[in-house]
């Protein structure tokens, strides 16, 4: 498990930005977290301000590492080129119903691992059956196939539960593996090009890959 903060774009001014990265271990209770995330890139492109602020002073003590979210593959190739040291992760949408290929394959390229969110389009994903029908060779169920094809595409996962079921559900994925038939059997479902963040619901979104 791993905790995770993230600064809005709101709060990208340097004065914001400190207070904000102040702010949320105080509200987690926590004394550091592992890594702090900016939440989307700035709505003109340009990057460079937000990551210098990412960069932490050596005396930041509240938070381990840093990561991106929204980036788009130029993005990352820009940030990897712009921040020294290890970028933990580009948090990005990332279902079964949207073709990611390009975003993973800068992964490889500039070493920024991907990070899913809307990992099951927040439910949506559940009214086709293809992935319960999946789910029954393992002993597994649709919300585990689709969590488990994520981690076997190289990704790690975050995905929002009320439920202590739905929560215990999401860690018992790791005894079983999705076979190469059964993985391209869910890739094909990504030719449907859902996307849940689009430029309409977040008009600061850049144009996605
Ligand atoms: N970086 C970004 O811009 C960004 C954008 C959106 C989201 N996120 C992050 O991504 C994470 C998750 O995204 P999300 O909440 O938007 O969407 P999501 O994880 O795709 O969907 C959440 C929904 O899935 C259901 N669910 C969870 N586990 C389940 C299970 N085992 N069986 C059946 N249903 C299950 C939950 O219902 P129940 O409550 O009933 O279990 C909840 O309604 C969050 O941490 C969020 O902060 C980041």
């Known amino acids: 498990m791993c905790t995770a903060i993230k600064v809005k774009p709101e709060s990208y001014g340097e004065a914001g930005f400190i207070s904000s990265v102040e702010k949320s271990p105080r509200d987690l209770q926590v004394d550091q977290v592992d890594v702090l995330y900016l939440h989307w890139p700035t709505a003109d492109g340009n990057i460079a301000p937000t990551l210098r602020l990412l960069q932490l002073p050596p005396d930041n003590k509240q938070t381990r590492n840093i990561g991106i979210s929204n980036f788009t593959a130029q993005m990352m190739r820009n940030a990897r080129s712009m921040v020294d040291g290890p970028i933990m992760a580009n948090q990005v949408e990332f279902d079964p ?35 319960a029908e999946i789910g029954v060779g393992y002993g597994k169920s649709a919300v585990q196939v689709i969590l488990w094809r994520i981690v076997q595409k190289g990704l790690t996962i975050n995905i929002t539960s009320t439920k202590p079921d739905n929560i215990r559900a999401k860690f018992d994925v790791m005894d079983f593996t999705l076979s190469l038939i059964d993985m391209a059997r869910i890739e094909a479902m990504t030719a449907a090009g859902y996307r849940m963040v689009t430029k309409y619901k977040v008009p600061i979104a850049p144009e996605w890959d």
């Not at 993973?104 to 099951?120: H, W």
């Open 97 to 131: 119903m949207l073709n990611q290929n390009t975003l993973l394959a800068t992964a490889t390229e500039t070493g920024i691992p991907l990070s899913s969110f809307c990992s099951v389009t927040r439910g949506e994903v559940f009214q086709y059956p293809i992935f």
